[in-house]
């Protein structure tokens, strides 16, 4: 525990000095704000009533733009998560970590939560979308507006571990990054395999086992869209994570039996 | 202390260390010595709780290496060969770290402390990219010795530092060994002769010779060839040599003739120096051989390589063994 907050505080305080983590962020909110601010400024085009600012949709323009952000994490947390074992491995510090009184676990969580945090960091600023959207006097649903941050949340946490296992695996950081993306757009896309799947009726318990593993089916097609907060997806978010953490960790400690 | 029996690790196909056994006492430095390649770096790893040995023993501190990996590590100071740092944290920041990843409490006394030890403390604010290859390797040290650890494993520290480092670097190795176990590698022979209280020699992944330098030096003088030369004709020294009673070969060498005894105990130089001198030739030296660890150490690997040719590698035991 005190290991894995040594390593939590250090690659916090590195995310939030680093050039590039503003960088993506700054971006990723400039995008995010050019989408709000012209689905607001339609919606109070289209409406010729006088009390137009009842009429836009606040609950929809949430959805959009969590929906876009989520979409792009798949960019996104292979570019903050890519240095973080890589690097290690490459720069030959991981000799001195495995040497120390700490296990791989505790250095790879550490890790991860850092990264999660800077996450965190950057969806609590398109809050300011909602702070805006109050501000002009749409009131947008309090309960669905938590569920779609709590599944946003979630999914950030998901797909950052996914990348974790990448740079665990290469020392490289380009190609964690691009099989990081890679991997989330292939369990992103899995629901849309599962509905070509179904058209064979003896093919369904395979369709709905892949519709299962899906990242959509569990966060799009409910957190975001309904805001009902169901227990399976919450769960299969935090076992997605504690998977992909366990995956990585063994990993690392796979690097005790190589040769170098 | 560390007391390593019969240790082996394979990579594969590759067997980089051969069942090595050896043991570094405490108060004491303990040269780990060979050339590149021969394990030096393999057995440090397996000694430091990095990687598990494939068989084999490994005591550290009181504690198995492989059972009590944790109890090891928080008892061990480690400084891998290329020194291993975090350039963009400053020299304190990154004693702090490791100090607190092993739960030091008072961690930047600690690390002020080790800080003057390896006297780097007007750069303790600097980023450790800035800092050059010398006090890279210091900072480093102060890292590995941040908890005070009853042993101190060092890979190869002096390599890459000017002459004066390389000096002052010895020196605190040397202060250092007296209140810890040291196990020190290098593969400058008169770096271990002047550092170390034992050596440790290892070519191949199997020990050559160990003992403290000055006995493996008598141990090898005592084999007792003695190299002669003169002014002039080395065949006429030849023969002469040969019929010195008390020799009981010469051979010619590359710069004079090599003088091996019937009786190792015995120094046949009073009777050589003599027979020369009588037959009126101009002597100009007359030593023992292999009076430093460089000439044993060729001296070893030397016979090593052109005994393991017609033999397979694993069964060439030309070890100089049981002189402890």
């Known amino acids: 525990m005190r290991a894995l907050w040594a390593v939590y505080k250090r690659e916090t305080s590195l995310f939030f000095r680093s050039t590039v983590a503003y960088a993506i962020s700054c971006a990723l909110i400039l995008f995010l704000g050019i989408l709000f601010s012209s689905m607001v400024a339609n919606a109070n085009l289209n ?23 989520t ?56 809050l300011i979308h909602v702070l805006l959207l109050l501000a002009i006097g749409t009131r947008p649903d309090a309960g669905l507006v938590f569920a779609m941050y709590l599944g946003a949340w ?34 992103y896309l899995a629901d849309q395999v599962a509905g070509l799947v179904q058209s064979q009726p003896s093919l369904a318990p395979v369709a709905d086992f892949v519709r299962e593993l899906s990242l959509n089916a569990h966060y799009e097609n409910v957190l975001l869209r309904t805001g009902v907060i169901r227990a399976a997806d919450v769960a299969y978010f935090i076992l997605l994570m504690i998977a992909c953490l366990f995956i990585t960790t063994i990993i690392v400690g796979t690097r005790r039996w190589r040769a170098n | 202390m560390i007391d390593v029996q019969q240790l082996v690790k394979r990579y594969g196909d590759v067997t980089a260390v051969k069942g090595i056994s050896f043991t570094a006492e405490s108060g004491q430095v303990t040269g780990f010595l060979g050339p590149n390649g021969a394990g030096k770096t393999t057995t440090m790893r397996i000694l430091t ?38 350039r963009d944290m400053s020299v304190q ?53 941040i908890h005070d650890p009853e042993v101190l494993i060092l890979d190869e520290p002096t390599i890459g530092l000017d002459p004066l480092q390389v000096l002052e670097l010895r020196d605190l190795v040397k202060e250092l060994g007296q209140h810890h176990t ?77 003088a091996t005894p019937d009786n190792p105990d015995q120094d046949p130089r009073p009777a ?11 002597l100009i030296e007359l030593r023992p051989l292999a009076v430093n660890l460089e000439e044993i150490f060729l001296e070893i690997t030397r016979n090593e390589a052109s005994l393991s040719q017609p033999m397979s590698e694993m069964d060439t035991p030309i070890t100089v063994e049981g002189v402890s």
């Open chain 2, 272 to 282: 050589l120096a003599k027979a020369i001198v009588e037959a009126e030739l101009s």
């Open chain 2, 93 to 145: 920041d990154y004693l702090m770290y490791v100090g607190e990843i092993r739960g030091l409490a008072h961690r930047r006394a600690r690390a002020t402390a080790v800080l003057k030890r390896v006297s780097l403390e007007q750069r303790s604010h600097s980023l450790i990219r800035t800092l050059s290859k010398g006090m890279k390797q210091r900072v480093g040290l102060a890292a590995a010795l």
């Open chain 1, 47 to 69: 409406n010729q009533s006088p009390y137009a600012q009842q009429l836009i949709p606040g609950d929809q323009v949430i959805t959009y733009s969590l929906g876009t952000l």
């Open chain 2, 49 to 86: 709780g990095y990687t598990p040995p494939s068989a084999g023993r490994a005591i550290v501190a009181g504690f198995d290496v492989f059972e009590n990996s944790m109890a090891v590590r928080q008892r061990v100071g480690y400084l891998p060969e290329n020194v291993p740092l975090y």
């Open chain 1, 71 to 126: 979409f792009l994490m798949f960019v996104i947390a292979p570019l903050l998560t890519m240095r973080l074992l890589s690097e290690e491995a490459r720069e030959g510090t991981i000799e001195v970590l495995l040497t120390l009184p700490m296990s791989e676990a505790s250095f790879v969580v550490g890790k991860f939560f850092a990264a999660w945090t800077f996450y965190t960091f950057v969806l609590l600023l398109t």
């Open chain 1, 154 to 187: 979630l999914y950030g946490g998901a797909v950052l571990s996914i990348t974790m296992i990448w740079s665990a695996v290469t020392e490289d950081q380009i190609v964690a990054a691009f099989l990081g993306a890679a991997s989330i757009l292939v369990l």
């Open chain 2, 182 to 258: 040291v196990l020190f590698s290098t593969h400058i022979l008169s770096e271990a002769e002047q550092v170390c209280d034992k050596v440790v020699i290892i070519n191949r992944g199997t020990i050559m010779a160990q003992g403290a330098p000055t006995a493996l030096r008598g141990e090898l003088e005592r084999g007792g060839r003695v190299l002669v030369r003169v002014l002039g004709d080395h065949d006429k020294l030849l023969t002469i040599v040969r019929a010195v009673p008390g020799v009981l070969d010469a051979e010619l060498a590359v710069d004079g003739v090599i």
